[in-house]
């Protein structure tokens, strides 16, 4: 464990200054009572907290219009063997080099090191963003949420370190594209033929799904055309009614398939 040159209060108070609300905290823990509902800015109560916990690490959250990209590496559920195969598709690490090899290299930016060996790296960004877009790859926003920041100890014994403390550089768009949430448009059912009868009803029972069961909705509707032998004549119908609703393509046909298979 290396020796700070400073103590815990100076890095906060350099970080509150700079516009990023702080709080203590214990590892990655909280030690306010209302967690990072409590980060502020202000410098007497920053002085307050850590007059309080002067080891305690610094938490922080990412200010508005600015974004922490999270990539870890590859970890192994209790009693599992990572195969080489499983962590290439775990590790953010990996997975952000190949997506630069596919669409071109991140910019200089603000980037720290975490104790678990993986790094932060901050852009300027508006959301509203994808949590997890990727396996090993997690997006923290001040808004819902914080992060560790240099110097902080690590529960391994090794601290938190800022690898370039370079401006934070706009979000790439080919980044922000697979970061950002995409606004939901209600898409218009394709002009199919009628189907009467039961088939209507079903068609129906998925436009008027709401969310949360809307997959549900159609499994169910697929599952009663394939039962009733009217699949095949109203699954286009069903498609359009789940692409309205807000499901995806991929989603759709892989519940319309289950059903096929599985009614």
């Known amino acids: ?10 890095h906060a108070l350099s970080y509150a200054r700079s516009g990023i609300p702080v709080f203590p905290g214990e ?3 909280p030690l306010t009572p209302n967690g990072f509902k409590a980060a502020t800015t202000d410098a007497d109560m920053v002085r307050d907290y850590w007059g309080r916990f002067p080891d305690a ?7 508005v219009g ?11 559920k209790p009693g599992e063997v990572l195969t080489d ?3 290439k598709d775990r590790s953010g690490l990996i997975r952000m080099v190949n997506l630069q090899n596919q669409y071109g290299r991140l910019p ?3 980037c720290a090191r975490t104790g678990g060996n993986g790094l932060h790296i901050w852009f300027g960004c ?3 963003f994808v949590a997890k877009p990727f396996p090993g790859i997690d997006i923290k926003v001040g808004a819902t949420g914080y992060v560790v920041l240099p110097p902080s100890l690590h529960a391994s014994g090794r601290r938190y370190e800022w690898l370039s403390t370079a401006p934070i550089a706009r979000c790439p768009r080919w980044l922000r594209d697979l970061i950002v949430k995409k606004p939901h448009v209600p898409r218009p059912v394709p002009e199919r033929k009628q189907v009467g009868g039961s088939g209507e009803g079903l068609v129906n029972t998925v436009l008027s799904a709401q969310e ?8 169910w509707a697929a599952c009663r055309a394939h039962e009733n032998g009217i699949l095949d004549d109203i699954e286009q119908d069903l498609v359009g009614a789940g692409l309205s609703i807000g499901l995806d393509v991929r989603e759709i046909d892989s519940t319309i398939r289950s059903a096929r298979g599985g009614a």
């Open 85 to 87: 195969e499983m962590k």
């Open 108 to 110: 200089a930016t603000r």
């Open 66 to 76: 600015t974004v922490l990209v999270d990539l870890d590496r590859a970890r192994a």
């Open 1 to 10: 464990m290396t020796t700070l040159a400073e103590p815990m209060v100076a």
């Open 57 to 63: 690490n610094v938490l922080g959250c990412p200010p």
């Open 212 to 219: 949360g069961g809307r997959n549900s909705a159609l499994h």
């Open 126 to 128: 508006e959301g509203p």
């Open 27 to 29: 590892d990655k823990t």
